[in-house]
């Protein structure tokens, strides 16, 4: 998963979420790298994605600035994501070890 940049954190993903904590965080990474390409890029479109993946990755994103991006990361983009996570996590890990 190196190069990539992810819009959560691994304790935002566990604290918002019935993921107990002792879960290995290369265990959800593919889930939450799935979900952020899949749902989150889909619904922001390619530019504000890929603007926002940038100011993540060069530390600017908290820079006064970048304020608004800052607020729809935080407030919005981040609780989708978990949730589209957590959601892949459940339906392809479970449907995967039933069959």
Known sequence: M????LFI???KLKNSTAINMNVDVD???????IA???YVETKLGTNLFVAIQGMISGG?????AN???KLLLDDYVADMLVHYAFYLFCVIK??????
Do not use: C, R
């Open 2 to 5: 190196a190069g990539y940049v």
């Open 60 to 64: 600017t994103i908290s820079d006064p």
């Open 27 to 33: 265990f959800l990474l593919p889930y939450v790298k």
């Open 36 to 38: 952020q390409k899949k």
């Open 9 to 11: 954190s691994e304790d």
């Open 67 to 69: 304020a608004n991006y």
């Open 94 to 99: 479970y449907k995967t070890t039933m069959l």
